[in-house]
């Protein structure tokens, strides 16, 4: 008994090996082809994918040059916009401030006038009383006789009439 079961028969040898080569033809056929494509469909996606990336990024960092020249540009339109307005503005203040200096001018011109004016006519109001007052004196040395008392009493009077007078 023992030796039968080392022993080897050649047809199932045979069989066995032909078995063998069948499912080795079978698996080839029917498992191995199919994955080779699913696995070769696999890698053209992630070929597909990772050229997709690579415009994604290639598209990002032209966006993003762009976005920063545009930045840059739209700085140095800020910045010379600022300028324009603090130029325009000086110009304006300095134009302000002129026109301040020329009405400041007038009015004092003005001012200086009328107050020649004021002076004429304070003056002329004072000669009308000093003349008014030399008239009543007159006529009050023509009335009287004068001595040399009521003469001093008279020149005195008209001093006091004067200076409440100005």
Same mark, same amino acid.
């Given at each position: 008994m023992f030796q039968?079961?080392?022993t080897?028969?050649?047809?199932?040898?045979?069989?066995?090996?032909?078995?063998?080569l069948i499912q080795m033809w079978l698996i080839k056929k029917f498992l191995f082809k199919p994955v080779q494509k699913v696995l070769a469909q696999r890698q053209?996606?992630?070929?597909?994918?990772?050229? =997709? #990336? /690579? @415009?994604? *990024?290639? =598209? #990002? /960092? @032209?966006? *993003?040059? =762009?976005y920063e020249q545009r930045l840059a540009a739209a700085k140095e339109e800020a910045a010379a916009?600022?300028?324009?307005?603090?130029r325009t503005a000086q110009l304006r203040s300095e134009e302000i401030l002129r026109?301040?200096?020329?009405?400041?001018?007038?009015i004092k011109n003005k001012a200086d006038a009328d107050i020649a004016q004021q002076r004429k006519k304070a003056i002329n109001e004072v000669k009308d009383e000093i003349g008014g007052i030399a008239m009543d004196i007159a006529s009050k040395v023509?009335?009287?006789?004068?001595?040399?008392?009521?003469?001093q009493d008279l020149i005195d009077e008209f001093i006091r009439n004067v200076g409440d007078a100005s």
């Open positions: 039968q079961l080392v080897i028969v050649p047809w199932n040898f045979v069989a066995a090996i032909c078995n063998l053209q996606l992630a070929d597909a994918q990772i050229a =997709d #990336a /690579e @415009a994604a *990024r290639t =598209d #990002a /960092e @032209a966006m *993003r040059a =762009d916009l600022v300028q324009n307005a603090t026109q301040a200096q020329a009405d400041a001018v007038e023509v009335e009287r006789e004068i001595d040399q008392q009521a003469h």
